[in-house]
DNA sequence: ACCTGAACACCGTTCAAGT
DNA sequence: ACCTGAACACCGTTCAAGT
Protein backbone atom coordinates (compact mmCIF):
# COMPACT_ATOMS: atom_id res chain seq x y z
CA UNK A 1 0.00 0.00 0.00
CA UNK A 2 2.54 2.57 1.18
CA UNK A 3 4.82 0.97 -1.17
CA UNK A 4 2.47 1.17 -4.04
CA UNK A 5 2.30 4.95 -3.48
CA UNK A 6 5.78 5.95 -2.74
CA UNK A 7 6.41 4.23 -6.27
CA UNK A 8 3.80 6.13 -7.94
CA UNK A 9 5.28 9.40 -6.47
CA UNK A 10 8.74 8.70 -7.29
CA UNK A 11 7.47 8.00 -11.36
CA UNK A 12 5.87 11.37 -11.51
CA UNK A 13 8.48 13.07 -10.02
CA UNK A 14 10.89 11.38 -12.31
CA UNK A 15 8.32 12.95 -15.44
CA UNK A 16 8.37 16.10 -13.93
CA UNK A 17 4.37 16.13 -14.35
CA UNK A 18 1.50 16.34 -11.14
CA UNK A 19 1.15 12.71 -11.44
CA UNK A 20 1.19 9.89 -13.86
CA UNK A 21 -2.39 9.59 -13.76
CA UNK A 22 -5.02 11.45 -11.60
CA UNK A 23 -7.27 8.16 -11.25
CA UNK A 24 -6.65 5.34 -8.92
CA UNK A 25 -9.64 2.70 -7.51
CA UNK A 26 -10.09 4.55 -4.88
CA UNK A 27 -11.08 7.54 -6.51
CA UNK A 28 -13.41 5.64 -8.62
CA UNK A 29 -15.20 3.95 -5.82
CA UNK A 30 -15.62 7.12 -3.59
CA UNK A 31 -17.23 8.81 -7.05
CA UNK A 32 -19.27 5.81 -7.96
CA UNK A 33 -20.88 5.61 -4.22
CA UNK A 34 -21.74 9.72 -4.59
CA UNK A 35 -23.59 9.02 -7.86
CA UNK A 36 -25.84 6.19 -6.62
CA UNK A 37 -26.71 8.03 -3.36
CA UNK A 38 -27.45 11.30 -4.49
CA UNK A 39 -28.98 9.93 -8.09
CA UNK A 40 -30.10 6.57 -7.26
CA UNK A 41 -28.22 2.73 -8.22
CA UNK A 42 -29.71 3.72 -12.44
CA UNK A 43 -27.62 7.06 -12.44
CA UNK A 44 -24.28 5.00 -12.53
CA UNK A 45 -22.94 4.57 -15.79
CA UNK A 46 -19.42 5.06 -17.06
CA UNK A 47 -20.47 8.35 -18.98
CA UNK A 48 -22.15 9.75 -15.36
CA UNK A 49 -18.50 8.54 -13.73
CA UNK A 50 -16.53 10.15 -15.88
CA UNK A 51 -18.81 13.77 -15.75
CA UNK A 52 -17.92 13.14 -11.78
CA UNK A 53 -14.57 12.45 -11.86
CA UNK A 54 -13.64 15.38 -14.84
CA UNK A 55 -12.21 12.48 -17.17
CA UNK A 56 -13.42 11.04 -20.29
CA UNK A 57 -16.26 8.26 -19.47
CA UNK A 58 -13.75 5.27 -20.77
CA UNK A 59 -10.68 6.24 -18.78
CA UNK A 60 -12.76 3.96 -15.60
CA UNK A 61 -12.05 0.81 -17.57
CA UNK A 62 -8.01 1.47 -17.71
CA UNK A 63 -8.92 0.64 -13.47
CA UNK A 64 -12.11 -1.12 -13.54
CA UNK A 65 -12.31 -3.93 -16.39
CA UNK A 66 -15.90 -3.90 -16.91
CA UNK A 67 -18.77 -2.45 -14.83
CA UNK A 68 -19.06 -6.27 -13.14
CA UNK A 69 -15.67 -5.96 -11.90
CA UNK A 70 -16.65 -2.41 -10.78
CA UNK A 71 -20.04 -3.86 -8.93
CA UNK A 72 -17.86 -6.57 -7.28
CA UNK A 73 -15.05 -3.59 -5.86
CA UNK A 74 -18.47 -1.73 -4.63
CA UNK A 75 -19.81 -5.29 -2.47
CA UNK A 76 -16.29 -5.46 -0.91
CA UNK A 77 -16.40 -1.73 0.36
CA UNK A 78 -19.74 -1.89 1.88
CA UNK A 79 -18.87 -5.31 3.61
CA UNK A 80 -15.85 -3.70 4.58
CA UNK A 81 -17.70 -0.48 5.82
CA UNK A 82 -20.65 -2.93 7.63
CA UNK A 83 -17.74 -4.95 9.56
CA UNK A 84 -14.56 -2.72 10.28
CA UNK A 85 -15.74 -2.00 13.55
CA UNK A 86 -17.38 -5.17 14.60
CA UNK A 87 -16.11 -6.77 18.66
CA UNK A 88 -17.54 -9.70 19.12
CA UNK A 89 -19.77 -10.10 22.39
CA UNK A 90 -19.22 -11.87 25.56
CA UNK A 91 -22.49 -12.56 24.87
CA UNK A 92 -23.37 -14.90 21.73
CA UNK A 93 -26.88 -13.86 21.14
CA UNK A 94 -25.28 -10.04 21.40
CA UNK A 95 -22.48 -10.89 18.80
CA UNK A 96 -25.09 -12.38 16.51
CA UNK A 97 -27.34 -9.66 16.93
CA UNK A 98 -24.99 -7.04 16.38
CA UNK A 99 -23.19 -8.63 12.94
CA UNK A 100 -27.33 -8.93 11.50
CA UNK A 101 -28.06 -5.38 12.57
CA UNK A 102 -24.35 -3.93 11.04
CA UNK A 103 -25.85 -5.61 7.85
CA UNK A 104 -28.82 -3.96 7.80
CA UNK A 105 -27.64 -0.20 8.50
CA UNK A 106 -25.10 -0.50 6.10
CA UNK A 107 -27.27 -1.88 3.59
CA UNK A 108 -29.88 1.12 4.61
CA UNK A 109 -27.05 3.38 4.67
CA UNK A 110 -26.30 2.79 0.86
CA UNK A 111 -29.86 0.83 -0.59
CA UNK A 112 -28.78 1.61 -4.40
CA UNK A 113 -25.35 -0.15 -3.54
CA UNK A 114 -27.10 -3.00 -1.55
CA UNK A 115 -29.12 -3.50 -4.39
CA UNK A 116 -26.72 -3.91 -7.41
CA UNK A 117 -24.31 -6.10 -5.21
CA UNK A 118 -26.51 -7.97 -2.63
CA UNK A 119 -25.73 -11.25 -4.90
CA UNK A 120 -22.31 -11.12 -5.28
CA UNK A 121 -20.30 -12.72 -2.02
CA UNK A 122 -17.66 -10.38 -0.99
CA UNK A 123 -13.72 -11.37 -0.78
CA UNK A 124 -13.08 -9.47 1.78
CA UNK A 125 -10.92 -10.28 5.34
CA UNK A 126 -13.28 -8.76 7.81
CA UNK A 127 -16.29 -11.39 6.29
CA UNK A 128 -13.64 -14.36 6.87
CA UNK A 129 -13.61 -12.57 10.79
CA UNK A 130 -17.09 -11.64 11.29
CA UNK A 131 -17.82 -15.38 9.93
CA UNK A 132 -15.94 -16.81 12.85
CA UNK A 133 -17.12 -14.83 15.30
CA UNK A 134 -20.68 -15.75 14.28
CA UNK A 135 -19.74 -19.67 14.25
CA UNK A 136 -17.95 -19.38 17.19
CA UNK A 137 -20.96 -17.39 18.90
CA UNK A 138 -23.01 -20.75 18.12
CA UNK A 139 -20.87 -23.08 19.48
CA UNK A 140 -20.75 -21.41 22.66
CA UNK A 141 -24.17 -22.15 22.48
CA UNK A 142 -23.90 -24.98 22.53
CA UNK A 143 -24.11 -26.02 18.87
CA UNK A 144 -22.37 -29.29 17.15
CA UNK A 145 -19.98 -27.97 14.52
CA UNK A 146 -22.33 -29.12 11.89
CA UNK A 147 -25.59 -27.23 13.17
CA UNK A 148 -23.09 -24.01 13.74
CA UNK A 149 -22.73 -23.94 10.08
CA UNK A 150 -25.64 -24.29 8.81
CA UNK A 151 -27.32 -21.75 11.41
CA UNK A 152 -24.66 -19.11 10.44
CA UNK A 153 -25.58 -19.89 6.50
CA UNK A 154 -29.07 -19.14 7.63
CA UNK A 155 -29.13 -16.33 10.14
CA UNK A 156 -25.86 -14.83 7.42
CA UNK A 157 -28.47 -15.17 4.66
CA UNK A 158 -31.29 -14.26 6.12
CA UNK A 159 -29.85 -10.67 7.25
CA UNK A 160 -28.30 -10.30 3.75
CA UNK A 161 -31.71 -10.94 2.41
CA UNK A 162 -34.14 -9.02 4.17
CA UNK A 163 -31.38 -6.17 4.43
CA UNK A 164 -31.31 -6.30 0.47
CA UNK A 165 -35.29 -6.57 -0.05
CA UNK A 166 -35.69 -3.54 2.32
CA UNK A 167 -32.97 -1.90 0.47
CA UNK A 168 -34.86 -3.13 -2.87
CA UNK A 169 -38.47 -0.99 -1.74
CA UNK A 170 -36.37 1.98 -0.49
CA UNK A 171 -34.58 2.11 -3.88
CA UNK A 172 -37.60 2.57 -6.10
CA UNK A 173 -38.27 6.10 -6.93
CA UNK A 174 -41.00 7.59 -4.36
CA UNK A 175 -43.37 7.67 -7.10
CA UNK A 176 -43.55 3.93 -7.30
CA UNK A 177 -42.43 3.22 -3.75
CA UNK A 178 -45.57 5.34 -2.79
CA UNK A 179 -47.89 4.05 -5.31
CA UNK A 180 -46.90 0.46 -4.08
CA UNK A 181 -47.41 1.29 -0.40
CA UNK A 182 -50.67 2.87 -0.83
CA UNK A 183 -52.13 0.40 -3.41
CA UNK A 184 -51.02 -2.27 -1.23
CA UNK A 185 -52.31 -1.03 2.42
CA UNK A 186 -55.74 0.35 0.32
CA UNK A 187 -56.30 -3.14 -0.45
CA UNK A 188 -55.67 -5.03 3.26
CA UNK A 189 -57.53 -2.31 5.10
CA UNK A 190 -60.89 -1.97 2.74
CA UNK A 191 -60.76 -6.16 2.44
CA UNK A 192 -64.08 -7.58 2.33
CA UNK A 193 -64.56 -8.70 6.32
CA UNK A 194 -66.97 -11.81 4.38
CA UNK A 195 -64.36 -13.30 2.27
CA UNK A 196 -61.24 -12.34 4.37
CA UNK A 197 -61.82 -12.61 8.14
CA UNK A 198 -58.65 -12.94 9.58
CA UNK A 199 -56.91 -10.66 7.08
CA UNK A 200 -59.66 -7.99 8.27
CA UNK A 201 -59.57 -8.32 11.73
CA UNK A 202 -55.62 -7.70 11.42
CA UNK A 203 -55.44 -5.15 9.18
CA UNK A 204 -54.48 -2.40 11.50
CA UNK A 205 -52.34 -4.12 13.15
CA UNK A 206 -50.56 -4.84 9.83
CA UNK A 207 -50.80 -1.24 9.10
CA UNK A 208 -48.79 -0.05 12.24
CA UNK A 209 -45.74 -2.47 11.71
CA UNK A 210 -42.29 -0.38 11.11
CA UNK A 211 -39.44 -2.10 8.99
CA UNK A 212 -37.33 -1.77 11.94
CA UNK A 213 -39.02 -3.72 13.71
CA UNK A 214 -40.36 -6.23 11.55
CA UNK A 215 -36.23 -6.64 10.95
CA UNK A 216 -35.52 -7.28 14.89
CA UNK A 217 -38.27 -9.38 15.19
CA UNK A 218 -36.85 -11.95 12.66
CA UNK A 219 -33.87 -11.69 14.10
CA UNK A 220 -35.44 -12.38 16.82
CA UNK A 221 -37.69 -15.15 16.26
CA UNK A 222 -34.66 -16.94 14.68
CA UNK A 223 -32.37 -16.53 17.75
CA UNK A 224 -35.11 -17.86 19.67
CA UNK A 225 -35.52 -21.26 17.76
CA UNK A 226 -31.37 -21.99 18.16
CA UNK A 227 -31.51 -21.46 21.48
CA UNK A 228 -34.29 -24.10 22.12
CA UNK A 229 -32.51 -26.23 19.69
CA UNK A 230 -29.31 -25.90 21.22
CA UNK A 231 -30.55 -26.64 24.88
CA UNK A 232 -32.35 -29.44 23.07
CA UNK A 233 -28.94 -30.99 22.18
CA UNK A 234 -27.29 -30.44 25.28
CA UNK A 235 -30.09 -31.81 27.19
CA UNK A 236 -30.42 -34.98 24.93
CA UNK A 237 -26.39 -36.15 25.58
CA UNK A 238 -24.50 -33.27 23.76
CA UNK A 239 -24.79 -35.33 19.83
CA UNK A 240 -27.54 -34.53 17.73
CA UNK A 241 -29.74 -37.39 16.93
CA UNK A 242 -30.02 -37.27 13.15
CA UNK A 243 -27.98 -39.64 11.20
CA UNK A 244 -25.00 -38.79 8.87
CA UNK A 245 -24.22 -38.19 5.42
CA UNK B 1 -63.48 -9.83 -20.40
CA UNK B 2 -66.06 -11.75 -22.82
CA UNK B 3 -67.75 -8.71 -23.41
CA UNK B 4 -64.33 -6.68 -24.59
CA UNK B 5 -63.28 -10.04 -26.42
CA UNK B 6 -67.12 -10.01 -28.47
CA UNK B 7 -66.64 -6.38 -29.27
CA UNK B 8 -62.91 -6.64 -30.79
CA UNK B 9 -64.37 -9.88 -32.27
CA UNK B 10 -67.21 -7.89 -34.13
CA UNK B 11 -65.06 -4.70 -34.77
CA UNK B 12 -62.68 -6.96 -37.11
CA UNK B 13 -65.80 -8.33 -38.24
CA UNK B 14 -66.87 -5.07 -39.76
CA UNK B 15 -63.55 -4.22 -41.12
CA UNK B 16 -63.56 -7.14 -43.01
CA UNK B 17 -60.04 -7.87 -41.60
CA UNK B 18 -58.79 -11.24 -39.76
CA UNK B 19 -58.74 -8.77 -36.31
CA UNK B 20 -58.51 -5.30 -34.97
CA UNK B 21 -55.18 -6.28 -33.23
CA UNK B 22 -52.84 -9.28 -33.52
CA UNK B 23 -51.29 -8.22 -29.82
CA UNK B 24 -52.89 -8.19 -26.54
CA UNK B 25 -51.29 -7.99 -22.82
CA UNK B 26 -51.42 -11.99 -22.22
CA UNK B 27 -49.83 -12.59 -25.20
CA UNK B 28 -46.97 -9.91 -24.31
CA UNK B 29 -46.76 -11.27 -20.88
CA UNK B 30 -46.08 -14.82 -22.42
CA UNK B 31 -43.40 -13.28 -24.81
CA UNK B 32 -42.05 -11.69 -21.85
CA UNK B 33 -41.74 -14.96 -20.05
CA UNK B 34 -40.69 -16.96 -22.86
CA UNK B 35 -37.45 -14.18 -23.39
CA UNK B 36 -36.83 -13.90 -19.26
CA UNK B 37 -36.41 -17.74 -18.96
CA UNK B 38 -34.62 -18.33 -22.33
CA UNK B 39 -31.94 -15.19 -22.54
CA UNK B 40 -31.88 -13.82 -19.08
CA UNK B 41 -33.50 -11.09 -17.35
CA UNK B 42 -31.06 -8.14 -19.13
CA UNK B 43 -32.64 -9.96 -22.34
CA UNK B 44 -35.79 -8.43 -21.42
CA UNK B 45 -36.02 -5.02 -23.93
CA UNK B 46 -38.76 -3.87 -26.41
CA UNK B 47 -37.02 -4.71 -29.43
CA UNK B 48 -36.28 -8.30 -28.48
CA UNK B 49 -40.14 -8.33 -27.31
CA UNK B 50 -40.96 -6.62 -31.11
CA UNK B 51 -38.91 -9.43 -32.43
CA UNK B 52 -40.32 -12.26 -30.23
CA UNK B 53 -43.86 -11.13 -31.14
CA UNK B 54 -42.99 -10.54 -34.85
CA UNK B 55 -44.48 -6.61 -34.22
CA UNK B 56 -42.43 -3.35 -34.32
CA UNK B 57 -40.63 -2.74 -31.10
CA UNK B 58 -42.84 0.31 -30.22
CA UNK B 59 -46.41 -1.53 -30.62
CA UNK B 60 -46.05 -2.94 -26.79
CA UNK B 61 -46.15 0.51 -25.44
CA UNK B 62 -49.85 0.24 -26.72
CA UNK B 63 -50.37 -1.87 -24.17
CA UNK B 64 -48.34 -1.38 -21.19
CA UNK B 65 -47.66 2.06 -20.72
CA UNK B 66 -44.22 1.89 -19.84
CA UNK B 67 -41.43 -0.92 -18.57
CA UNK B 68 -42.19 -0.91 -15.41
CA UNK B 69 -45.93 -1.18 -16.18
CA UNK B 70 -44.95 -4.30 -17.49
CA UNK B 71 -42.61 -5.26 -14.66
CA UNK B 72 -45.59 -4.53 -12.26
CA UNK B 73 -48.02 -6.96 -14.74
CA UNK B 74 -45.16 -9.43 -14.83
CA UNK B 75 -45.16 -9.58 -10.39
CA UNK B 76 -49.05 -10.06 -10.48
CA UNK B 77 -48.66 -12.75 -12.80
CA UNK B 78 -46.18 -14.44 -10.67
CA UNK B 79 -47.92 -14.49 -7.30
CA UNK B 80 -51.25 -15.90 -9.30
CA UNK B 81 -48.99 -18.65 -10.24
CA UNK B 82 -47.53 -19.32 -6.91
CA UNK B 83 -50.87 -19.06 -5.25
CA UNK B 84 -53.45 -20.48 -7.42
CA UNK B 85 -53.32 -24.05 -6.65
CA UNK B 86 -52.74 -23.17 -2.63
CA UNK B 87 -55.81 -24.80 0.01
CA UNK B 88 -55.40 -24.21 3.68
CA UNK B 89 -54.82 -27.13 5.82
CA UNK B 90 -56.27 -27.97 8.86
CA UNK B 91 -52.42 -27.65 10.38
CA UNK B 92 -51.18 -24.36 10.95
CA UNK B 93 -47.94 -25.15 10.21
CA UNK B 94 -48.38 -27.17 7.42
CA UNK B 95 -50.34 -23.94 5.74
CA UNK B 96 -47.74 -21.58 6.67
CA UNK B 97 -44.95 -23.79 5.55
CA UNK B 98 -46.55 -24.63 2.23
CA UNK B 99 -46.93 -20.99 1.12
CA UNK B 100 -43.41 -20.56 1.79
CA UNK B 101 -42.64 -23.40 -0.77
CA UNK B 102 -45.41 -21.79 -3.00
CA UNK B 103 -42.85 -18.77 -3.12
CA UNK B 104 -39.50 -20.17 -3.37
CA UNK B 105 -40.73 -22.25 -6.07
CA UNK B 106 -42.13 -19.87 -8.06
CA UNK B 107 -39.32 -17.93 -7.67
CA UNK B 108 -36.92 -20.52 -8.45
CA UNK B 109 -39.02 -21.21 -11.61
CA UNK B 110 -38.69 -17.75 -13.08
CA UNK B 111 -35.43 -16.30 -11.35
CA UNK B 112 -35.23 -13.59 -13.94
CA UNK B 113 -38.98 -12.50 -13.37
CA UNK B 114 -38.66 -13.11 -9.93
CA UNK B 115 -35.30 -10.50 -9.24
CA UNK B 116 -37.06 -8.02 -11.77
CA UNK B 117 -40.49 -7.93 -9.54
CA UNK B 118 -39.53 -8.58 -5.75
CA UNK B 119 -40.03 -5.56 -4.47
CA UNK B 120 -43.41 -4.82 -6.24
CA UNK B 121 -46.38 -5.84 -3.77
CA UNK B 122 -48.55 -7.41 -6.34
CA UNK B 123 -52.59 -6.24 -6.74
CA UNK B 124 -53.87 -9.50 -7.07
CA UNK B 125 -57.01 -11.33 -5.32
CA UNK B 126 -55.03 -14.39 -4.72
CA UNK B 127 -52.69 -12.97 -2.28
CA UNK B 128 -55.67 -11.20 0.04
CA UNK B 129 -56.58 -15.11 0.36
CA UNK B 130 -53.01 -16.53 1.43
CA UNK B 131 -52.55 -13.68 3.95
CA UNK B 132 -56.00 -14.32 5.07
CA UNK B 133 -55.03 -18.11 5.80
CA UNK B 134 -51.42 -17.46 6.93
CA UNK B 135 -53.18 -14.99 9.62
CA UNK B 136 -55.54 -17.20 10.12
CA UNK B 137 -52.88 -19.91 10.43
CA UNK B 138 -51.24 -17.86 13.38
CA UNK B 139 -54.36 -17.00 15.28
CA UNK B 140 -55.05 -21.14 15.39
CA UNK B 141 -51.42 -21.17 16.74
CA UNK B 142 -53.05 -19.04 19.78
CA UNK B 143 -51.60 -15.84 19.11
CA UNK B 144 -53.07 -11.88 19.22
CA UNK B 145 -54.80 -10.27 16.61
CA UNK B 146 -51.37 -8.02 16.62
CA UNK B 147 -48.53 -10.77 17.42
CA UNK B 148 -50.56 -12.70 14.05
CA UNK B 149 -50.06 -9.37 12.05
CA UNK B 150 -46.28 -9.23 12.72
CA UNK B 151 -45.50 -12.59 12.32
CA UNK B 152 -46.80 -13.04 9.02
CA UNK B 153 -44.99 -9.68 7.73
CA UNK B 154 -42.38 -11.77 9.08
CA UNK B 155 -42.82 -15.13 7.46
CA UNK B 156 -44.20 -13.38 4.40
CA UNK B 157 -41.29 -11.13 3.77
CA UNK B 158 -38.70 -13.46 4.85
CA UNK B 159 -40.46 -15.78 2.60
CA UNK B 160 -40.09 -13.39 -0.30
CA UNK B 161 -36.85 -11.84 0.78
CA UNK B 162 -35.16 -15.55 0.87
CA UNK B 163 -36.44 -16.55 -2.26
CA UNK B 164 -35.72 -13.45 -4.34
CA UNK B 165 -32.46 -13.89 -2.87
CA UNK B 166 -31.49 -16.78 -4.31
CA UNK B 167 -33.09 -16.31 -7.46
CA UNK B 168 -30.61 -13.32 -8.12
CA UNK B 169 -28.01 -15.88 -7.61
CA UNK B 170 -29.35 -18.38 -10.15
CA UNK B 171 -29.66 -15.53 -12.46
CA UNK B 172 -26.06 -13.98 -12.60
CA UNK B 173 -25.15 -15.52 -15.53
CA UNK B 174 -23.04 -18.77 -14.95
CA UNK B 175 -19.50 -17.28 -15.81
CA UNK B 176 -19.93 -14.93 -12.68
CA UNK B 177 -22.08 -17.32 -10.67
CA UNK B 178 -19.48 -19.65 -10.65
CA UNK B 179 -16.55 -17.71 -10.31
CA UNK B 180 -18.27 -16.41 -7.11
CA UNK B 181 -18.70 -19.45 -5.62
CA UNK B 182 -15.18 -20.64 -6.26
CA UNK B 183 -13.57 -17.57 -4.82
CA UNK B 184 -15.56 -17.49 -1.72
CA UNK B 185 -15.64 -21.30 -1.07
CA UNK B 186 -11.95 -21.04 -1.83
CA UNK B 187 -11.57 -18.63 0.55
CA UNK B 188 -13.47 -20.16 4.14
CA UNK B 189 -11.91 -24.17 3.30
CA UNK B 190 -8.27 -22.18 2.98
CA UNK B 191 -8.82 -20.00 6.13
CA UNK B 192 -5.63 -19.76 8.83
CA UNK B 193 -6.74 -22.39 11.60
CA UNK B 194 -4.89 -20.02 14.01
CA UNK B 195 -6.70 -16.67 12.69
CA UNK B 196 -10.21 -18.34 12.07
CA UNK B 197 -10.48 -21.10 14.25
CA UNK B 198 -14.30 -21.89 14.34
CA UNK B 199 -14.48 -20.51 10.53
CA UNK B 200 -11.66 -23.12 9.75
CA UNK B 201 -13.44 -26.19 12.33
CA UNK B 202 -16.63 -25.44 10.23
CA UNK B 203 -15.75 -24.99 6.86
CA UNK B 204 -16.79 -28.33 5.26
CA UNK B 205 -19.76 -28.68 6.68
CA UNK B 206 -20.24 -24.93 5.26
CA UNK B 207 -19.84 -26.77 1.91
CA UNK B 208 -21.52 -29.28 2.25
CA UNK B 209 -25.38 -26.89 3.02
CA UNK B 210 -27.16 -26.80 0.24
CA UNK B 211 -30.14 -24.07 -0.74
CA UNK B 212 -32.86 -25.59 -0.12
CA UNK B 213 -32.19 -28.02 2.75
CA UNK B 214 -31.22 -23.70 3.78
CA UNK B 215 -34.74 -22.62 3.21
CA UNK B 216 -36.34 -24.99 5.16
CA UNK B 217 -34.08 -24.42 7.80
CA UNK B 218 -34.82 -21.00 8.11
CA UNK B 219 -38.53 -21.84 7.76
CA UNK B 220 -38.46 -24.49 10.68
CA UNK B 221 -36.90 -22.02 12.46
CA UNK B 222 -39.02 -19.40 12.42
CA UNK B 223 -42.16 -21.67 12.79
CA UNK B 224 -40.45 -23.23 15.89
CA UNK B 225 -39.91 -19.93 17.16
CA UNK B 226 -43.54 -18.85 16.73
CA UNK B 227 -45.21 -21.87 17.72
CA UNK B 228 -42.69 -21.62 21.39
CA UNK B 229 -44.51 -17.64 21.76
CA UNK B 230 -48.08 -18.96 21.04
CA UNK B 231 -47.11 -21.60 23.96
CA UNK B 232 -45.51 -18.98 26.10
CA UNK B 233 -48.32 -16.19 25.79
CA UNK B 234 -51.32 -19.54 26.33
CA UNK B 235 -49.77 -20.30 29.58
CA UNK B 236 -49.40 -16.45 30.55
CA UNK B 237 -52.64 -15.65 30.75
CA UNK B 238 -54.16 -15.99 27.29
CA UNK B 239 -53.08 -12.08 26.99
CA UNK B 240 -49.66 -10.75 25.55
CA UNK B 241 -48.12 -8.50 28.65
CA UNK B 242 -46.64 -5.62 26.55
CA UNK B 243 -48.12 -2.56 27.28
CA UNK B 244 -50.54 -1.07 24.41
CA UNK B 245 -49.58 0.63 20.80
C1' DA C 1 -58.17 1.86 -32.55
C1' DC C 2 -53.92 -0.06 -33.27
C1' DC C 3 -49.38 -0.40 -35.70
C1' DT C 4 -45.16 1.57 -38.03
C1' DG C 5 -40.79 3.72 -38.40
C1' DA C 6 -37.90 7.59 -37.79
C1' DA C 7 -35.87 10.14 -34.25
C1' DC C 8 -33.92 11.47 -29.64
C1' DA C 9 -31.18 10.97 -25.79
C1' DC C 10 -29.09 7.70 -23.70
C1' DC C 11 -26.15 2.90 -22.55
C1' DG C 12 -21.33 -0.46 -22.14
C1' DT C 13 -17.39 -1.61 -24.58
C1' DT C 14 -13.65 -1.54 -28.22
C1' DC C 15 -9.84 0.44 -30.41
C1' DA C 16 -6.62 3.48 -32.74
C1' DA C 17 -4.42 7.56 -31.48
C1' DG C 18 -2.26 10.69 -28.49
C1' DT C 19 1.06 12.21 -24.46
C1' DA D 1 1.47 3.89 -18.41
C1' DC D 2 -2.55 6.24 -18.62
C1' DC D 3 -6.04 9.21 -21.10
C1' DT D 4 -8.87 10.68 -25.25
C1' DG D 5 -12.43 10.50 -28.58
C1' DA D 6 -14.62 8.31 -32.35
C1' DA D 7 -17.25 4.37 -33.29
C1' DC D 8 -20.32 0.26 -32.66
C1' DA D 9 -24.21 -2.08 -31.21
C1' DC D 10 -27.42 -1.52 -28.25
C1' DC D 11 -31.34 0.81 -24.80
C1' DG D 12 -36.55 3.27 -23.46
C1' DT D 13 -39.61 6.57 -25.07
C1' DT D 14 -41.88 10.09 -28.19
C1' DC D 15 -44.36 11.40 -32.10
C1' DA D 16 -46.05 12.09 -36.76
C1' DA D 17 -47.75 9.09 -40.12
C1' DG D 18 -50.19 5.31 -41.86
C1' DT D 19 -54.31 1.74 -42.15
Redesign the interface.
Do not use: F, N
Given at each position: MTDAKTKAAATSAVRGRRSASFLNPGLVLDAAMVIIERDGPDALTFRRLGIELKADHTAVLRHFGSK?DLLIALADRLMEEALASFVPSENWRETLLSLARRIRSAALAHPGVAVLV????P?QAEV??A???A??AL?QAGLS??D???????LA??S???A??EA??V??DSG?REG??R??RR??LT?SPQ?????A??AQ??A??NDQ??FE??I???L???E??AQTHTGNAGETERGG?
Open positions: DAARPRLRADAIGRARAAMYYLVDAMAAAYAISLADQAWQYAKYPHLSAHLDVDETLGLLDAVLRT
